[in-house]
């Protein structure tokens, strides 16, 4: 089992920059990916920004240039510093792993956080 914790939510106005924080207690596994989620009110989950054990980086479309994400191996974190915030980024972001094997469509080890509330007043 694993489990991951986020930290660093909060309210912000537009314009304004917060960093989340994510700590896995889990195994990690050679082939990785780490990722954090938004789930803005009334909508479905979204990819933000995601890290795989390789080092690569991917961003969704209305982040790019605002958001950066980073991990730290050694301390199993994962961080999303956010920057000019928008009263869109307002919602729940979730923090997940994903490792082991990748196979039809599914990861062998998939686990998310509670989610972490970001509200933007404007």
């Known amino acids: 089992q694993g489990e991951l914790v986020e930290s660093g939510g909060g309210l912000v106005q537009a314009g304004g920059s917060l960093r989340l924080s994510c700590v896995a207690s889990?195994?990690?596994?050679?082939?990785?990916?780490m990722a954090w989620y938004h789930r803005a009110p009334g909508l479905k989950r979204e990819l933000v920004a995601a890290?795989?054990?390789?080092?690569?980086?991917t961003y969704s479309d209305s982040v790019k240039g605002r958001f950066t994400v980073s991990r730290n191996l050694a301390e199993r974190t994962l961080i999303l510093q956010m920057d000019n915030l928008k009263p869109e980024d307002t919602g729940v972001y979730y923090c997940?792993?994903?490792?082991?094997?990748?196979?039809?469509?599914?990861?062998?080890?998939?686990?998310w956080g509670q989610g972490i509330q970001v509200t933007v007043s404007s």
């Open positions: 889990l195994t990690i596994h050679t082939t990785n990916v």
């Open positions: 890290v795989t054990s390789g080092g690569v980086k």
């Open positions: 997940n792993y994903a490792g082991g094997i990748y196979s039809v469509d599914e990861w062998e080890y998939d686990y």
